[in-house]
């Protein structure tokens, strides 16, 4: 999945509140992108991977935090690892 999301950059501890989501979460997290789009808000873009339904929860708690502005997932499913067949 891909979670992107822009917020106010000035709002009361925030930032430190999205890093302790990230941190408390890194299971889910692959990678982030950090963009300044102006002096006042910040938009990221992150990678999210695991089970959908833990996935969009923690996307809903990001998009939820006060001061974080616009928000949207967007998942993709994984393809699933092919096993191969043994024959005996």
């Known amino acids: 999945a891909a979670l992107v999301y822009v917020y106010a ?5 925030l930032a430190k509140r999205l890093t302790q989501a990230f941190h408390s979460h ?3 997290s692959l990678a982030s992108l950090h963009v ?3 002096a006042e808000n910040c938009m990221e873009v992150s990678v999210l991977k695991g ?3 833990d996935v ?3 996307a809903e708690h990001i998009v939820a935090e006060r001061g974080v502005r616009h928000g949207r997932i967007f998942t993709i499913p994984a393809p699933q690892p092919h096993r191969s067949k043994r024959h005996t």
């Open 56 to 58: 969009r929860h923690f």
């Open 51 to 53: 089970p959908g339904a």
């Open 9 to 13: 950059l000035h709002v009361r501890e």
């Open 36 to 38: 300044h789009l102006d």
């Open 26 to 28: 890194h299971v889910l």
